[in-house]
T-cell receptor, first 114, second 113 residues
Framework: GNSVTQMEGPVTLSEEAFLTINCTYT??????LFWYVQYPGEGLQLLLKATKADDKGSNKGFEATYRKETTSFHLEKGSVQVSDSAVYFCAPCRSGAGSYQLTFGKGTKLSVIP | KAGVTQTPRYLIKTRGQQVTLSCSPISGHRSVSWYQQTPGQGLQFLFE???????NKGNFPGRFSGRQFSNSRSEMNVSTLELGDSALYLCASSLFPATGELFFGEGSRLTVL
């Protein structure tokens, strides 16, 4: 089955700082890769995705590139804002034969201070 | 378009009781999944339903059960509650679950005393 290792949090950054949250995974085959975000008091939302090697997912200034060689999908943002404070989850998804397996990492809590 | 709706949002139960949580998916979504979220274990998959059939099940004891109705609404039930069942229970619906794109509700926070 899939497994995923995320950078341990919490991460505290000042506004406009550069963000990297590391994510590596193990999976059979080539899963699709996702980052989900959970804002305080809410459920998870899809942030971005990549479905094949070398694809770059992007949304709201966040980016992540599907690195098959290193089985990684690190999340980056050039300039974080206070509103980016949330918990971020990396999730590989393996699918086939009418079923799928989406495995979430433990989550990395990001706090951005003004 | 209405999002995923979970009820109740908060509830408190005592050990040994049972609880039923409800989830209304986004209109047109036939897949509903349930997850348990705790600070220690993170997000753990409970089960997934599609067209009233359970397709996948996580590694949880038989006290955890679910069902899906013909209108795609889903319920999950936990019987004989234990303190360790205290968690945020998240429901997610999907149009094409094999894509991994899930839409989550805000969750039902269960506290077991």
């Amino acid at each position: 089955g899939n497994s995923v290792t995320q950078m341990e949090g919490p991460v505290t950054l000042s506004e406009e700082a550069f963000l990297t949250i590391n994510c590596t995974y193990t999976a059979t085959g080539y899963p699709s890769l996702f980052w989900y975000v959970q804002y305080p008091g809410e459920g998870l939302q899809l942030l971005l995705k990549a479905t094949k090697a070398d694809d770059k997912g992007s949304n709201k200034g966040f980016e992540a590139t599907y690195r098959k060689e290193t089985t990684s999908f690190h999340l980056e943002k050039g300039s974080v804002q206070v509103s980016d404070s949330a918990v971020y989850f990396c999730a590989p998804c393996r699918s086939g034969a009418g079923s799928y397996q989406l495995t979430f990492g433990k989550g990395t809590k990001l706090s951005v201070i003004p | 378009k209405a999002g995923v709706t979970q009820t109740p949002r908060y509830l408190i139960k005592t050990r040994g009781q049972q609880v039923t949580l409800s989830c209304s998916p986004i209109s047109g979504h036939r897949s509903v999944s349930w997850y348990q979220q705790t600070p220690g274990q993170g997000l753990q998959f409970l089960f997934e339903y599609f067209s009233e059939t359970q397709r996948n099940k996580g590694n949880f004891p038989g006290r955890f059960s679910g069902r899906q109705f013909s209108n795609s609404r889903s319920e999950m039930n936990v019987s004989t509650l234990e303190l360790g069942d205290s968690a945020l229970y998240l429901c997610a619906s999907s149009l094409f679950p094999a894509t991994g794109e899930l839409f989550f509700g805000e969750g039902s926070r269960l506290t077991v005393l």
